[in-house]
T-cell receptor
Framework: GAGVSQSPSNKVTEKGKDVELRCDPI?????LYWYRQSLGQGLEFLIY????????KSGLPSDRFSAERTGGSVSTLTIQRTQQEDSAVYLC?????????????FGEGSRLTVL | AQRVTQPEKLLSVFKGAPVELKCNYS??????LFWYVQYSRQRLQLLLR??SRESIKGFTADLNKGETSFHLKKPFAQEEDSAMYYC??????????FGTGTRLKVLA
């Protein structure tokens, strides 16, 4: 399909383990976003990419979180030494240009459960 | 600070009744405002944006700069409108700030 693709759709891990979440945006979309969706918390901004660079990492909750984007396409969000409070749905979205009028296209999310 | 407030976590209405999902924002400039919707087992998607001044699936939203509100309205709710609705603000850059969402349940 032509939509934003995320994997894995579900991930159960043990506290202290590292996890990698992958996002494949819509082809040609230069802007890519990661959000975290927690019950009752809405959508929490994590990081924004324009091309391969991340001009805004201000939403990453701690230094255990990192993200990269290669080739202006696929992005990986890595959470090291996972904690139970990291349990949430991690959403990726892409946009054609990252401008204010650009519609965000979301993936189906990766549900992370930390035991 | 830029903020979007959706005061209702859950809103239940009967089919055929009017519905209004509230959204208030805090921003000193002229923002772009959006409503996104997530139906059960579907991905989050754009419902409407204020600059388009359009009606989508019978929903409309008017930007009230005096009250800093962007409430979503529909005169006659349908069961298929049941979903999670998020109001979002963009200050004119790449940034999007989302509210905490309102779950709409339309009862038969």
């Amino acid at each position: 399909g032509a939509g934003v693709s995320q994997s894995p759709s579900n991930k159960v891990t043990e506290k202290g383990k590292d996890v990698e979440l992958r996002c494949d945006p819509i082809s040609g979309h230069t802007a890519l976003y990661w959000y975290r969706q927690s019950l009752g918390q809405g959508l929490e901004f994590l990081i924004y990419f324009q091309g391969n660079s991340a001009p805004d990492k201000s939403g990453l909750p701690s230094d255990r979180f990192s993200a990269e984007r290669t080739g202006g396409s696929v992005s990986t969000l890595t959470i090291q030494r996972t904690q139970q409070e990291d349990s949430a749905v991690y959403l990726c979205a892409s946009s054609y240009s990252g401008g204010a009028t650009g519609e965000l296209f979301f993936g189906e999310g990766s549900r992370l459960t930390v035991l | 600070a830029q903020r979007v407030t959706q005061p209702e976590k859950l809103l239940s209405v009967f089919k055929g009744a009017p519905v209004e999902l509230k959204c208030n924002y805090s921003y000193s400039g002229s923002p772009e405002l959006f409503w996104y919707v997530q139906y059960s087992r579907q991905r989050l998607q754009l419902l409407l944006r204020h600059i388009s001044r359009e009606s989508i699936k019978g929903f409309t939203a008017d930007l009230n700069k005096g009250e800093t509100s962007f409430h979503l309205k529909k005169p006659f709710a349908q069961e298929e409108d049941s979903a999670m609705y998020y109001c979002a603000l963009s200050p004119g850059t790449y940034k999007y700030i989302f509210g905490t969402g309102t779950r709409l349940k339309v009862l038969a």
